[in-house]
């Protein structure tokens, strides 16, 4: 016989009569149903229940709407998604139902879905994406000027993408990684996500239509305002009717009706918000608990909410709810950070105020700067154990097994704002890594690194490198002043380079991470593969990203000045 969660309940209500504690009635249930007992939150929260005299053991009514999102629909969707591949996450799973939208100062222009698809590729942004938005731009004017701006992701940065819009006269704005200059990221979307949070969407067209009217609900408010404004200055109703189909067109004005109830309402409450609604009164969400999480999250607020909600009796989705929407509190991560030393804070700080001092001078110096170090990409890549699930019913006891010294390609590049230099990889003969030492790092500067510099006007370009023990012998650092002069950025070189400094190396705070991210996207097997992604990925990278490096490494630099020269908190905490 199969057990619901009544014949549970009752377990436990036999339990708490019994005087049993918490603990030994969750391990007498996992000692006899194992997988199939109930979570010791459940017990917990029954107990509760049942401390406050409730004896009935069904589910409290409900007068919500019925089911909308776990329908048998949904469900075969979400089947075919993991019998497809086990290893698919929740956000690939939401974005089976995704979509992209383009919106102008006249308002939204195009909402598209991406249907079957799950991501946003370069195929897709060119075959169906970006037609129907240049159609709809150019439907009165076929010669309409268009600007696009976009971030930097590489599904609208792909060389097919740039090439596409050349083709349609489509001008490109070209601007850093900035969500907090973009109006969709810092404004629009996180409005929106809110007017939809609670909306169960079971298509894409319903998702098209509920984002359309989201957009049109933020233009109305800035449409309230500006009919009060009118009303103020005693306008009638027909000419703030037509002000208001002047700015935004006969489609997406209100009607006069509309209007003349907006007005109605303002003149009878003072406000044009909706009258409260008439639904269920809140039973968790109350004043009281909202005090007593606020209380509980201000005696310990690293507690996590899985044992916060267990304490307080409270639902970990309640728990949420008042903690995101009640007291707007966030869950912050701690940051991990090297140690730094009273000295290396000295060396940081120095190291910032020269640098100051020459683009006092020279306000593009840094741009003169050639970056350089090494790093190793492993043929395994790595497993981020959080991000890594498997959806099954049983559990498949699948586990991934790491070598003890795997397989991998050490690589050396410098950059600059006007390129990259690399990668020069590291190897013997037979195409394995070997250790980076003195002889070795000597042979890349003479035979390789040198030799890619003829022909340039290196006249005023300074060479950077860390510490490392095979950068700085004297060998190395003679010949490298011998190409530089004077200015060589290093440990024992002209300028000293400050230790335990990656946060300052744009190699380390940008190359390696994203070409980490990129080279294992299609999983090489071989180190082979792995090398020729390196090489693609390097050669794939546009000056416009290095001179945004460029301007990113000045800003912490000055984030460096300011802070003494210890963390880049600016910069490690950015809000």
């Known amino acids: 016989m199969e057990l619901n969660r009544e014949h549970f309940r009752a377990i436990i209500y036999y339990n708490f009569q019994r005087q049993v504690s918490q603990q030994e009635c969750l391990a007498e249930l996992l000692s006899v149903f194992s997988n199939e007992a ?35 629909e949904n469900v075969d969707a979400v089947r075919k998604l993991i019998i497809e591949d086990r290893h698919v996450t929740y956000r690939e799973i939401e974005a089976s139902k995704m979509v992209a939208t383009f919106v102008s100062k006249a308002g939204h222009i195009e909402t598209i879905p991406l249907n079957e698809q799950r991501t946003v590729t ?43 819009l050349t083709e349609d006269n489509v001008e490109l704005l070209d601007t850093p990684y900035s969500p907090n200059l973009s109006p969709n990221d810092f404004s629009t979307f996180p409005k929106i996500k809110n007017r939809l949070r609670g909306q169960r969407l079971q298509s894409s067209e319903e998702a098209v239509d509920a984002f359309k009217k989201a957009v049109l609900d933020l233009r109305a408010e800035w449409n309230v305002l500006r009919k009060l404004l009118l009303y103020k200055n005693g306008a009638k109703i027909k000419n703030t009717f037509r002000a208001l189909r002047e700015h935004f067109g006969r489609n997406n004005r209100p009607n006069e009706t509309t209007i003349g109830r907006l007005v109605r309402k303002f003149e009878a409450t003072g406000s044009v918000a909706n009258l409260p609604g008439s639904g269920r009164p809140r039973s968790v969400r109350t004043p009281e608990n909202i005090a007593v999480v606020k209380e509980s999250v201000r005696d310990d607020p690293k507690q996590s909410t899985t044992r916060r909600s267990q304490e307080l009796g409270i639902s970990r989705t309640s728990l949420l709810r008042i903690l995101h929407k009640d007291l707007t509190v966030h869950a912050y991560k701690i940051q991990l950070t090297q140690e730094l030393r009273r000295a290396d804070h000295i060396s940081r700080r120095t190291f910032s105020d020269w640098l100051l001092e020459h683009r006092q001078i020279d306000a593009n110096f840094s741009s003169k700067i050639m970056f350089s ?9 790595t ?9 099954a019913n049983e559990n498949p006891r699948e586990y991934r097994e790491q070598p003890m010294h795997p397989q991998k390609v050490t690589v050396w590049c410098a950059l600059w704002s006007k390129g990259i230099i690399g990668p020069y990889i590291f190897e013997n003969a037979a195409g394995d890594a070997v250790t980076v030492n003195y002889e070795r790092h000597h042979v890349m500067i003479e035979d390789y690194f040198l030799p890619q510099l003829e022909g340039m006007d290196m006249d005023d370009v300074y060479f950077q490198q860390d510490g490392a023990t095979c950068h700085t012998t004297n060998v190395n650092i003679h010949r490298l002043q011998s190409s530089f002069g004077d200015r060589v950025i290093s440990r024992r070189g002209n300028v000293p380079w400050p230790p335990i400094s990656c946060d300052l190396t744009p190699l380390d705070f940008f190359l390696w991470g994203y070409l980490k991210r990129k080279v294992y996207v299609n999983k090489p097997a071989t180190l082979q593969e792995l090398k020729n992604n390196i090489i693609a990925e390097i050669n794939a990278i546009e000056p416009t990203m290095l001179q945004n490096v460029i301007e990113n490494f000045d800003h912490r630099v000055d984030v460096c000045k300011s802070s003494r020269g210890e963390h880049l908190s600016d910069i490690i905490f950015h809000t």
């Not at 709407?65 to 329908?71: G, L, M, R, S």
């Not at 169906?128 to 976009?150: A, D, F, G, Y």
């Not at 170090?373 to 890549?381: I, R």
């Open 38 to 72: 109930p979570h010791q939150s459940t017990i917990s929260r029954w107990y509760g229940e049942f401390k406050r005299g409730r004896v009935s053991l069904s589910d409290d009514p409900r007068v919500g709407a019925p089911k909308t999102t776990v329908t048998q």
């Open 122 to 164: 370069a195929d897709w942004y060119t075959t169906i994406c970006l037609p129907k938005v240049i159609t709809e731009l150019r439907k009165v004017n076929p010669e309409r000027r268009i600007i696009l701006h976009q971030d930097n992701a590489s599904s609208h940065t792909a060389q097919k993408i740039r090439q596409y």
């Open 373 to 381: 170090d090494e790093a190793h990409f492993t043929l395994n890549g």
């Open 383 to 391: 497993v981020n154990k959080q991000n890594c699930r498997i959806w």
